[in-house]
């Protein structure tokens, strides 16, 4: 359930500026009902019904798709990362349902491996490429022939199994009315894209035939529902791998 409270911090955080809502809603809407009680109430009661209720509004099946640059001036397909803009009332209430309060389950219940820097509270992406330069230093100055292979997770967000995240969200104790909101909201997810022209008249969606996975790059789901994929392929390692 989300708080008024919880409403508040959310939205008092979030950047007025920031894109969101295919339904062109302002985030601005959103930050101005902070100031009033009642208002607070009101939308902290909307966000959390879908939740607790276990259904999705139609609103939230909307995911306006956009193409940004990796690099400046590269236009090359490979060089573009596709960013889902999520309603921003649904994507908060997925920050606030899954990503802190289960997080905090997980960190609590030392569930998540060690070697996870990323996607966490109090952890930095910079650390372990610290610790890979002091390996290689120290290894030099020892003498030690040592190898070294890295592997990216090129489209892992792309890559996410949903049903396997909302066995592990059952796991962590979420109830069964939250998870069948989100499985709705991802199964009958609409994606139209917006370019400089404007939005696309056409769209597309998962069907049986052609089914889309992954948590939307760019959604606050995203970097949680990965480590929930990344807890399962550790456990699957040999322990004298690890």
Same mark, same amino acid.
């Given at each position: ?8 911090? $959310? ?10 809502? *295919? ?6 809407? /959103? ?14 009661? %909307? ?16 995911? %306006?798709?956009?193409? @940004? ?24 209430? %997925? ?32 650390? *372990? ?8 230093? $120290? ?32 796991? @962590?104790?979420? *109830?069964?009315?939250? $998870? ?12 139209? $894209? ?9 769209? /597309? ?17 995203? *970097? ?19």
């Amino acid at each position: 359930e989300i708080t008024a409270a919880d409403y508040c911090s $959310i939205y008092n955080a979030v950047d007025e500026r920031v894109s969101s809502s *295919p339904s062109l809603k302002h985030v601005g809407h /959103y930050k101005a009902a902070t100031r009033s009680d009642t208002l607070s109430r009101l939308y902290a009661g %909307m966000m959390s019904l879908p939740y607790t209720e276990g259904f999705s509004p139609a609103r939230w099946q909307v995911s %306006m798709d956009v193409m @940004l640059p990796k690099e400046e001036n590269n236009w090359r397909i490979s060089r573009l990362r596709i960013i889902q803009l999520y309603e921003s009332d649904a994507n908060q209430s %997925m920050r606030q349902i899954f990503t802190r309060q289960l997080g905090f389950i997980l960190e609590d219940s030392n569930l998540v491996p060690a070697m996870q820097f990323g996607s966490r509270p109090g952890k930095m992406c910079i650390s *372990p490429i610290l610790q890979k330069i002091l390996t290689f230093d $120290i290894a030099r100055m020892a003498k030690i022939v040592l190898a070294s292979k890295e592997l990216d997770a090129i489209g892992c967000y792309d890559r996410i199994a949903n049903r396997l995240g909302y066995l592990m969200c059952r796991r @962590l104790g979420l *109830p069964h009315t939250a $998870i069948k909101s989100l499985a709705e909201t991802w199964a009958n997810m609409v994606h139209v $894209i917006r370019t400089a022209y404007g939005r696309s008249k056409s769209e /597309y969606r998962s069907t049986p035939q052609v089914t889309l996975y992954g948590a939307g790059q760019g959604s606050t789901n995203g *970097p949680f529902f990965w480590l929930l994929m990344f807890i399962i392929l550790y456990d699957s390692l040999d322990p004298e791998l690890r």
